[in-house]
């Protein structure tokens, strides 16, 4: 590496842990359906139920994968940073991506909770833009880190009057 290069790193900040519940809680509840529908149909179609059961038990091993793994590793790889300069994002868990925004090309900060959120006490950030590559979103935030991340943007872009497009 050149002495003039410059290197994109992670951001320092991790999700709130609590985040790995709530994610937990969302994937069982996209694996929940699919299991009762399996059950209803073995119990309504009686004459193959070995076939339905080893169907229920594929779901089983990967509902419970899905739902194991999929938020620890979310965990690990969400994180955000917000500097004088940009804020910097990254998301996704099977599909990564890293996205950073200048402060001077803030347009709007809105925080967002659900019922589940509230229920685990997280919060989502969205940080919108002049980019066509779409907002950036902060997942799974603390609702205290987030609420202070929104003031602090709020009041970072209203200090910076530069045109914002």
Sequence with gaps: ???????????????????????TLRALGGWLPIAAGQVIWMLDDRGHVP?????????GVLGAAHVIVMPRWRFRVHRWEVTPEAVYTQS??????????????????????????RLFGLANVTVTTASAAGPLKIRGLDLEAAERLVDHLTEGTAADRSDAT
Excluded at 51 to 59: D, F, K, R
Excluded at 96 to 103: D, H, W
């Design 51 to 59: 076939w339905h059961l080893a169907g229920l038990i594929l779901t």
């Design 1 to 23: 590496m050149e002495g003039n290069e410059v290197r994109l790193r992670p951001p320092r900040h991790l999700v709130s842990r609590k985040a790995i519940g709530y994610w």
């Design 92 to 117: 996704g868990w099977f599909d990564q991506e890293r996205r950073i925004a200048p402060i001077s090309r803030i347009q709007t900060v809105d925080s967002e909770r659900g019922p589940f959120e």
